[in-house]
T-cell receptor, first 117, second 115 residues
Framework: DVKVTQSSRYLVKRTGEKVFLECVQD?????MFWYRQDPGLGLRLIYF???????EKGDIPEGYSVSREKKERFSLILESASTNQTSMYLC????????????????FGQGTRLTVV | AQSVAQPEDQVNVAEGNPLTVKCTYS??????LFWYVQYPNRGLQFLLK??????LVKGSYGFEAEFNKSQTSFHLKKPSALVSDSALYFC?????????????FGSGTQLTVLP
């Protein structure tokens, strides 16, 4: 089975801190995603990466950055945490859509519930 | 732009009764459709997908979904609900020719199965 592991289940950080959320997948997937989940809003894409060192902004990238130095690891960085970044953060991975594998589903980690105080 | 609508924030059903969680979508081309389930304080688990072929798709835990192109719907169904099915359910769509980043999720439907 695909396993996507997020480094923390729960985090509490102070306003202005730099926050790192780590995600590791063990299935050699090319694509990795960071989503933010808020009640009534579903999942919103923050950043997407389709290869090492390659990234694309999602729908809500402001206040966030990402790093993908190795294929299996995708990090989300909150440069200066603010209270409106209190949320559930979900990492996911999937196979590349190149080569005809366009119909693959995404596999999710268990989520990190971040509270910024 | 593509979109997904889950018109019901909350669905309640008695254990043993059939359940339906509704989803409608909008894409410019052919859709790939997905259902995910989320248990409290957990990530999303994949349930089933429609890519092509038979309009009735069977998935995990006895769930199935029916693709209806004319109504642009992909409703999730189960013939006999269990209390353990209580969870948050998300429908998602991506255009078949689109990239992986273009996966759009609905706002979710909270299913409660009453004993």
């Amino acid at each position: 089975d695909v396993k996507v592991t997020q480094s923390s289940r729960y985090l509490v950080k102070r306003t202005g801190e730099k926050v790192f959320l780590e995600c590791v997948q063990d299935m050699d997937h090319e694509n990795m995603f960071w989503y933010r989940q808020d009640p009534g809003l579903g999942l919103r894409l923050i950043y997407f990466s389709y290869d090492v060192k390659m990234k694309e902004k999602g729908d809500i990238p402001e206040g966030y950055s990402v790093s993908r130095e190795k294929k299996e690891r995708f990090s989300l960085i909150l440069e200066s945490a603010s209270t409106n970044q209190t949320s559930m953060y979900l990492c996911a991975s999937s196979l590349s859509t190149a080569g005809g594998f366009r119909n693959t589903e995404a596999f999710f980690g268990q989520g990190t519930r971040l509270t910024v105080v | 732009a593509q979109s997904v609508a889950q018109p019901e924030d909350q669905v309640n059903v008695a254990e043993g009764n059939p359940l339906t969680v509704k989803c409608t979508y909008s894409v410019s081309g052919n859709p790939y459709l997905f259902w995910y389930v989320q248990y409290p304080n957990r990530g999303l688990q994949f349930l089933l997908k429609y890519i092509t072929g038979d309009n009735l798709v069977k998935g995990s835990y006895g769930f199935e979904a029916e693709f209806n192109k004319s109504q642009t719907s992909f409703h999730l169904k189960k013939p006999s609900a269990l209390v353990s099915d209580s969870a948050l359910y998300f429908c998602a769509v991506r255009e078949a020719s689109g990239s992986a980043r273009q996966l759009t999720f609905g706002s979710g439907t909270q299913l409660t199965v009453l004993p």
